[in-house]
């Protein structure tokens, strides 16, 4: 992401410039923009022609440039695009004023949001500005008869591929090569920085060993990382162990997971925690919470209005940072999150036992 360039509003707010430059990013405003904000953005509209003479055909598309008073926002992951719409509320067209209309954002289109930042969504903004600097990974878990590679981005991880196959020695130590083979091709054509190589036992190292002779140019960029299992769970371990910090410091994902085991760790051995929503207004009031815990979709809906929490969010949110404890706003789309969802959206960690 990066951003172009800032400047304040009339009656308070601020304008903010910003070039998406990734699918993470268009996810990022996706959780930013909320009903009532402006966004301005160049589209194309179709415009009626008034002419007798022509046949109706519904119209010619035309460019322009439009500022949205937002009604909704819609993230469309694998069209790689976000849908704002809203009603249109200044245009370089005066007679589309009022008209409804919904801005297509793809990668690198330029767009400016004017609204009151709140904290979290300026940190946001922040992160997703340097995560550009950070290697791509791949986390390839392996067992016998079994291999997947995930790749990691900013909000989710992502199957890429899942490797089946019987596996053994002696009278099957040819197709247990094979599956090696795939795995080590599948690979080799990926475009990564990095590759995390998990899972039990000395299968992975037997794997290792076949993918550094037959690709000797990925051998520098391969960790491995030991696991009790393949495939999601294997990645969820490899993640929650902090693997992904050698080179990704600033993983979304990682510091998510290692919070959540923190979180159940903690309600297990009944040590200091909140969770609900009243439960953590109340711990907030308190100064108890170090770690405040909050889900992005419950967050979002609870600033739209939409939410059922008997609190108001972002006063927790500004209280917990006056106390300087930390904040994290959980992604829905991954395992942390639906696990804190489960929790009502909201928990956190405290640094002491209140009655």
Same mark, same amino acid.
């Given at each position: ?152 981005? *900013? ?5 890429? !591929? ?5 596996? #053994?020695?002696?009278?099957? &130590? $040819? @197709?247990? %090569? ?83 085991? *923190? ?5 297990? !051995? ?5 969770? #609900?929503?009243?439960?953590? &207004? $109340? @711990?907030? %009031? ?70």
């Amino acid at each position: 992401m990066r951003v172009q360039g800032r400047e304040p509003v009339e009656g308070g707010g601020e304008r903010v410039t910003l070039v998406p430059e990734t699918t993470d990013d268009l996810w990022h405003l996706h959780h930013v923009i909320e009903p009532g904000d402006g966004v301005a953005g160049d589209t194309t509209r179709r415009i009626q022609r008034a002419d007798d003479q022509m046949r109706d055909t519904g119209g010619q598309r035309e460019p322009m440039h439009v500022t949205l008073s937002v009604d909704s926002v819609e993230f469309h992951e694998f069209a790689n695009r976000l849908r704002v719409s809203g009603e249109i509320v200044a245009c370089s067209r005066e007679d589309q004023l009022g008209l409804s209309h919904t801005l297509n954002v793809e990668a690198f289109d330029e767009i400016a949001i004017t609204k009151e930042w709140k904290p979290d969504q300026e940190e946001r903004i922040k992160e997703a500005s340097e995560s550009g600097e950070e290697p791509e990974v791949a986390i390839a878990t392996v067992e016998e008869g079994e291999a997947t590679i995930h790749t990691v981005s *900013e909000y989710r991880t992502n199957e890429y !591929a899942s490797i089946t196959g019987p596996t #053994g020695k002696g009278e099957f &130590a $040819r @197709a247990r %090569e094979e599956l090696f083979e795939e795995l080590g091709d599948a690979l080799a054509r990926m475009d990564v920085d990095a590759i995390i190589l998990a899972g039990p036992g000395f299968t992975k190292r037997d794997a290792l060993d076949h993918i550094e002779e037959a690709h000797p140019d990925l051998a520098e960029s391969i960790t491995t990382v030991d696991t009790s299992a393949a495939g999601d769970r294997g990645v969820h371990e490899v993640l929650a162990r902090g693997a992904m910090e050698d080179v990704r410091a600033e993983t979304r994902i990682a510091s998510e997971a290692a919070l959540i085991d *923190e979180l159940t760790e903690r309600i297990r !051995a009944e040590e200091p925690v909140a969770y #609900g929503p009243e439960a953590v &207004a $109340r @711990a907030a %009031e308190y100064g108890a919470v170090e770690e405040l815990l909050i889900l992005d979709s419950r967050l979002r809906e609870e600033r739209a209005g939409r939410g059922e929490w008997p609190i108001d969010a972002d006063e927790v949110i500004r209280a917990v940072e006056r106390q300087g404890g930390s904040v994290t706003v959980f992604s829905a789309e991954f395992e942390p999150g639906r696990q804190l969802d489960s929790l009502s959206g909201i928990a956190a960690l405290l640094r002491y036992r209140i009655g």
